[in-house]
């Protein structure tokens, strides 16, 4: 079946290093990717996506990593800061024109000062 | 420019009643996704309206319905209340039909319990 799991459920970091979230995904027919924050009470936050036609996109201390030899999404936030404590997740759409984002359970990334 | 906007913010209901939760899009959007988030889980598909029509659902039982408006907006109605429907009801809503791409932008939710 189709999954989308992370391999470290918590990361936690120092204020000012750099954080590296990982994503596996099984499905290779997945063409759409995106990484959502998603801080206590609150909704997700669209922070960046990729096509599978690319293997890397940069967006604002972001950058977004696409194996798709080993069906593999990473997350690199640089200099993190206090503000980037949430929960992030992956999604990947595997159904093409027929919506199907399928979330991962995310991953908590905790910045300590 | 207003996000994607939900409403009640928050709502009790006693098992076996039915609720209903309602969604206004992103101006110029016309597609509508809700989620349900359980407490310490993922994000479980529901339902995706476009142009309203339902267009594609998740592996949820049918108390779990809703409808789009002529405007965009969209409502989720849950029959039947069962105590593990408590969760934290997202919506989302990109621009015209689906393609991957595009975006799509999540509410803050609206939180469900059922006593």
């Known amino acids: 079946g189709e999954s989308v799991g992370l391999h470290l459920p918590t990361l936690s970091v120092q204020e000012g290093d750099n954080s590296i979230i990982n994503c596996a995904y099984s499905?290779?027919?997945?063409?759409?990717f995106i990484w959502y924050k998603q801080e206590s009470g609150k909704g997700p936050q669209f922070i960046i996506d990729?096509?599978?036609?690319?293997d890397k996109r940069q967006g604002q201390r972001v950058t977004v990593l696409l194996n798709k030899t080993v069906k593999h999404l990473s997350l690199q936030i640089a200099a993190t800061q206090p503000g980037d404590s949430a929960v992030y997740f992956c999604?990947?759409?595997?159904?093409?024109?027929?919506?199907?984002?399928?979330f991962g359970k995310g991953t908590l990334l905790t910045v300590n000062p | 420019e207003a996000g994607v906007t939900q409403s009640p913010t928050h709502l009790i209901k006693t098992r076996g009643q039915q609720a209903t939760l309602r969604c206004s899009p992103i101006?110029?959007?016309?597609?509508v996704y809700w989620y349900q988030q359980a407490l310490g889980l993922g994000l479980q598909f529901l339902l995706w309206?476009?142009?309203?029509?339902?267009?594609n659902r998740g592996n949820f039982p049918p108390r779990f319905s809703g409808r789009q408006f002529p405007n965009y907006s969209s409502e989720l109605n849950v029959n039947a209340l069962e105590l593990e429907d408590s969760a934290l009801y997202l919506c989302?809503?990109?621009?015209?039909?689906?393609?991957?791409?595009?975006?799509?932008?999540f509410g803050e939710g609206s939180w469900l319990t059922v006593v």
């Open positions: 309206y476009d142009e309203g029509e339902e267009r």
């Open positions: 499905n290779s027919a997945s063409d759409y």
């Open positions: 101006s110029g959007h016309t597609s």
């Open positions: 999604a990947e759409n595997s159904g093409g024109s027929n919506y199907k984002l399928t």
């Open positions: 989302a809503s990109s621009s015209r039909g689906w393609s991957s791409g595009n975006t799509i932008y």
């Open positions: 990729i096509r599978s036609n690319m």
